[in-house]
């Protein structure tokens, strides 16, 4: 579903299909914690952030909202809380999913972190005209572009190697 709305194809007709399945599974928690998946919890966030996400042109549908509290609440339940002074994993995520054997808590904390940041890190793909372009590098003065030539030319890795031993 991501890769369908980055390729500008956000008025597909399967997009909508996609994010009603994805809000079927919304993130929970549950007693045994075999309901913890981070890796989907992360690309589903992306996916109905750009499907249905704070700055679309068309007018949004209602999955953004149920998703986006879900997953605050289902990751932020899981974030290490601990007190203890000195302790690294403060702040962290220790709790396991089906995929950290691979990362442990650092690939835990990694994801969920990119994962609450998915609606500062990504700009919306359909929302093309909404993204700020930097203006073009202009000269501001005369003066700044008059400088003055290079005394010496700078050395290629050869001769600074040459002239170190």
Not at 130 to 159: D, L
């Amino acid at each position: 579903m991501h890769a369908h709305v980055r390729h500008a194809r956000h008025r597909d007709p399967f997009l909508e299909q996609g994010a009603k399945q994805i809000i079927k599974d919304l993130p929970t928690v549950s007693k045994d914690k075999l309901s913890i998946d981070y890796y989907y919890w992360y690309y589903a966030t992306i996916a109905i952030n750009q499907f249905d996400g704070p700055r679309v042109p068309r007018r949004p549908t209602s999955t953004g909202v149920p998703w986006n509290e879900a997953m605050k609440d289902a990751i932020i339940s899981l974030q290490d809380t601990s007190n203890k002074p000195d302790v690294c994993s403060r702040g962290g995520w220790l709790v396991g999913d089906r995929w950290c054997h691979y990362g442990g808590p650092i690939y835990a904390t990694a994801i969920n972190t990119l994962t609450l940041e998915v609606y500062y890190r990504y700009p919306n793909a359909s929302a093309r005209a909404s993204v700020v372009r930097p203006r073009p590098w202009r000269r501001t003065s005369r003066r700044s572009s008059r400088r003055p030539a290079r005394s010496r030319p700078i050395a290629s890795p050869r001769s600074f190697a040459a002239s170190i031993s």
